[in-house]
């Protein structure tokens, strides 16, 4: 029988046990990752590939730990062999004499602060048969269709599965004993209300998780309808992995995106390739999508975000009827927008030169870093015409915006 696909969000299922986007300088396979986490970090800050960061060092130490009480644990399985009764008490008693596993990590703090890099060396080195790291979005995909296949062969035997919860505990934890979830968060009632339940089962059956992520525990699915029944699963949570706070600190992949240059002139298929990088890089592991953002009661359609970065064209955003609403709401809610293809404005173009002013005085404000491709430097793209004063101020701003100092400064939102 063909299973048809399961319902739920219809995003692409990254391919099972895909390379993980391993979000290093130095490539893994020339890191010694014998000893563990640690010194393989602290090879790489003296190597000069890593630069010192209090809070990621402290995390590195945690890990560190778990690195070694992984070394010499031996989860049960839960799932062994023999389906009779007396196989099945048997293993419960001896499930409930076996200790429980370490408790896991949740790596948590704003993007860019090297939770994913600090995850991939755990993960690397850790001395653990059976392991696996997946991206949470495609792993509740995973499950979701899992549960699917389950209720579908059921059905096909003609009974009912009463609770897909305990199978599904079963597979999951036969396959890795050491879960690692790249950026975690819980957006969908669908999993709200499956989660608790889940990992209570896969901790029961000793399965070790780290998980990095932008939201702290208590916060997750916070302000959304049927929080409530979301809230066990929260302590749950907090009952088995150590929350480490990787703070505010220094964004590394912004600062290493925006080293590599924020105007790009001429505005030619190099400078395409450099903006493409530049935001695919911003993006991080969030697919950019279309989206749109509500101004004053109108839909202001964003072709392209992910995260905290947005992409446009010129004259998407300079050649149509946007007005000041517009680039503010941009401004406030986007940290870095790239921008393609500012032309030459001729003096016919003063209607787009007087909107770019208006942009570039909303990013300003509002410490928005700009990547720009470009057909001249600032000062050269609107000479003469009405406003043209006006537009050497701004000339004069992203002058400014391009210096590491401005470069640096957080986002005003
Ligand atoms: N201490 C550091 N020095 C230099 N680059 C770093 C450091 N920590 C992280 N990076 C780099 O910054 C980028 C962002 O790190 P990443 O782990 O993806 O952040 P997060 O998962 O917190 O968003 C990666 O390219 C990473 O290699
Ligand atoms: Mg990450």
């Not at 090297?114 to 392991?131: E, I, N, Y």
């Not at 240059?261 to 935001?279: E, Q």
């Not at 964003?302 to 050649?319: G, K, S």
Request: aromatic fraction near 8%.
């Amino acid at each position: 029988m063909d299973a048809s696909p399961p319902p739920g969000p219809a995003r692409p299922l990254p391919a099972r046990q895909a390379a993980s986007p391993v979000a290093l300088p130095t490539p893994l396979e020339r890191i010694d990752l014998n000893g563990g986490p640690l010194p393989a970090y602290r090879a790489e800050i003296a190597s000069g590939a890593l630069a010192t960061d209090p809070a990621q060092a402290a995390a590195a130490e945690r890990l560190q730990s778990l690195w070694a009480a992984l070394r010499a644990y031996e989860p049960r399985t839960g799932n062994g062999s023999g389906r009779g009764l007396l196989a099945r008490l048997r293993r419960r008693l001896a499930d409930e004499s076996a200790p429980g596993g370490p408790n896991g990590l949740y790596l948590v703090g704003e993007v860019g602060r090297g939770k994913s890099m600090l995850m991939d060396l755990f993960f690397a080195s850790a001395q653990v048969a059976r392991k696996r790291r997946i991206h949470f979005h495609a792993f509740m995909q995973e499950s979701h269709g899992r549960i699917f296949a389950m209720r579908q062969e059921m059905a096909r035997l003609g009974r009912q599965l009463d609770d897909p919860i305990p199978p599904l505990a079963d597979v999951v934890a036969a396959e890795a004993a050491l879960l690692c979830f790249d950026e975690f968060q819980v957006n969908d009632i669908a999993d709200a209300l499956i989660l608790g339940r889940l990992f209570q089962a896969l901790f029961d059956r000793g399965v070790v998780v780290v998980a990095t992520s932008n939201t702290p525990p208590d916060a997750l699915f916070a302000g959304q309808p049927g929080r409530d029944a979301f809230l066990p699963f929260i302590e749950v949570l907090k009952a088995n992995l150590d929350v480490l706070d990787l703070g505010h600190g220094r964004d590394f992949r912004r600062a290493r995106v925006l080293a590599g240059g924020v105007w790009f002139a001429p505005a030619d298929a190099r400078a395409r390739a450099a903006l493409d990088r530049a935001f695919a890089d911003l993006a991080g592991s969030v697919a950019p999508q279309p989206m749109t953002l509500a101004v004053m009661g109108r839909a202001l359609a964003v072709p392209l975000a992910a995260a905290e970065v947005a992409r446009f064209d010129f004259r998407t955003l300079c050649a149509t009827a946007m007005g000041p609403g517009d680039y503010l709401a941009l401004a406030t809610h986007f940290q870095a927008l790239v921008l393609d293809a500012i032309p030459l404005l001729s003096p016919d173009s003063h209607d787009e030169a007087r909107r770019f002013i208006t942009l570039i005085d909303a990013l300003y404000d509002h410490r928005v870093k700009l990547i720009a491709s470009a057909a001249a430097q600032p000062d050269a793209l609107y000479p003469h015409g009405e406003g043209s004063v006006a537009f050497r101020r701004a000339a004069s701003r992203l002058e400014e915006m391009r210096s590491h100092e401005y470069l640096a400064l957080p986002h005003l939102s």
